[in-house]
């Protein structure tokens, strides 16, 4: 094969892989957040990382049972304004669980279908940050993406709802993601 040719297949490829990881590592941080979330580091309010007692998580996983974006928007490029962010959500994250740690870590645990034949079961997959005092919970995941901010919106022993903003060319857009308790 020629050398030129080869490099183009390549670097598809890796883009494509990139693209791939980039939807994945996308979806991730929608696990108590959103889709594409743009928030700015100038301005957002202090949070402190809370003990495990003190924080809204408790000591058990998450996993996301619903998202959704208002006003609408078309997220797979397929021309129709869509409203449910779980169409981005490939089968094989719908069952990861997230821990939030009293130290300040995000660990996932994967669940029983994997996204990838060398994908491990446990990860650590970022860090997390709460005030309590305003409900308010930034996460940073170490995908590279920008920390995303928002509000628990309802707290109870089994659910949560964490409702936050996305800017898109189109307007503001309010996420809101729903977890619920797994047993892992």
Known sequence: MHPKIQATITINFVEEKRTEMNHKNTL??????????VCSAAGRPA???????????????WTMQAASIQPAIDLNADGKLDTDLMILTRPCERDDADLFRADGFIITHRGAIS?????????????????????????ERYD??????????????????????????????????TYVAKKV
Request: net charge negative; hydrophobic share 30%; glycine share 8%.
């Open 28 to 37: 991730r941080s929608i696990s108590l957040a959103a889709a594409i979330m």
């Open 47 to 61: 949070a402190t990382t809370t003990i495990v007692e003190e924080s809204p998580f408790g000591n058990q996983h």
């Open 144 to 177: 590279g993406s920008k920390p995303i901010e928002g509000k628990l919106e309802t707290i109870t022993p089994n659910k949560i709802t964490f409702v936050s903003t996305h800017q898109s060319s189109k307007g503001k857009h309010t996420i809101r993601t």
């Open 115 to 139: 996204c990838e034949e060398d994908e491990g079961k446990v990860e650590e997959t970022g860090t997390w940050a709460y005030n309590p005092s305003t409900k308010t919970l930034i996460m």
